[in-house]
């Protein structure tokens, strides 16, 4: 069916959007379950009440426009959790995985902001005021958990794994020293 109108639009990536949702209501858990910076786990575990909340506002937007959510996959969060997946499936010191989780959740969270960044404008154009009103309370709470991830991340997060390199560093280095000396003694 080939869309016409902005309408049609708006309700193709509605649909979108409440199947990218629901994909990230079973994602999130495993991401806290993962995490181990107890500040990260919370995050997430907030996100998720949010993101349930989310799925609320787009339902009563459904229902408002007599329509049915479901009938689309979306591939592009369904790529983005898969990668998150890769991530935790990865060999990784506890403060790196946490890094990697949050640029998996970043990624995420972009998509979500672009995505309901322009439903709220389709709604807005469209006349929708009320549901440009939800679109825009999600919205922001995307770009608060978006805001909440690059504190974590740089406040602590990326700092400690950053550090786990140079403790890294520090140990090689000391092992290279000590066989050094141990030759030294050889020699003599």
Do not use: W
């Not at 890094?99 to 902001?113: D, S």
């Amino acid at each position: 069916m080939k869309m016409e109108t902005l309408q049609e639009l708006y309700l193709e990536q509605l649909r979108d959007i409440y199947d990218a949702e629901n994909q990230l209501l079973k994602a999130l858990p495993k991401m806290a379950k993962t995490a181990t910076n107890d500040e990260l786990k919370a995050a997430f575990e907030t996100h998720l009440e949010q993101t349930e909340e989310h799925v609320a506002r787009l339902d009563r937007i459904f229902e408002e426009l007599g329509e049915k959510p479901k009938g689309h996959k979306c591939e592009a969060m369904k790529g983005l959790i898969e990668e998150g997946k890769q991530m935790m499936e990865e060999d990784a010191a506890e403060d790196v995985m946490d890094a990697g989780l949050i640029c998996a959740a970043q990624k995420v969270e972009h998509y979500e902001i672009a995505t309901y960044g322009c439903l709220r404008t389709y709604a807005e154009m469209l006349g929708f005021d009320e549901q440009a009103d939800l679109l825009q309370e999600t919205l922001d709470e995307e770009k608060d958990t978006d805001d909440n991830l690059t504190e974590l991340a740089v406040s602590c997060i990326n700092v400690e794994a950053e550090e786990g390199e140079n403790e890294d560093e520090e140990e090689e280095e000391e092992a290279s020293d000590k066989e050094k000396e141990s030759a030294n003694r050889q020699d003599r």
